[in-house]
């Protein structure tokens, strides 16, 4: 078992940035992966994107280009750079270990406009 905790949302204006962080809470943080995800109002959880435990990112094609998926295994944490807002992105942003199937709580991100 382990534990995902989200932070790092808030309120931004479009075209601001923030950085989520995905701490992990178990034994082994350096050999999961990580996938970041997002819930928009209204509709259902989707895929970020996924970085694998060398490093290696991959995304949606949707969410190309703004998103920059990182990992610190010194502080157990992993990374969601967010860059270039819109309100379209206003979202509750979650985290999980494949591996393992585990949610955090996730984290609220509100774009205005």
């Known amino acids: 078992q382990v534990q995902l905790v989200e932070s790092g949302g808030g309120v931004v204006q479009a075209g601001g940035s923030l950085r989520l962080s995905c701490r992990f809470f178990?034994?082994?943080?350096?050999?999961?992966?990580i996938g970041w995800y997002r819930r928009p109002p209204g509709k259902s959880r989707e895929l970020i994107g996924v970085?694998?435990?060398?490093?290696?990112?991959s995304y949606e094609d949707s969410m190309k280009g703004r998103f920059t998926i990182s990992r610190d295994n010194a502080k157990n944490t992993a990374y969601l750079q967010m860059d270039s807002l819109k309100p379209e992105d206003t979202a509750i942003y979650y985290c999980?270990?494949?591996?393992?199937?585990?949610w955090g709580q996730g984290t609220q991100v509100t774009v205005s406009s």
């Open positions: 999980q270990a494949p591996a393992y199937g585990q």
């Open positions: 970085i694998n435990s060398g490093g290696r990112t």
């Open positions: 178990g034994s082994s943080f350096s050999a999961n992966a």
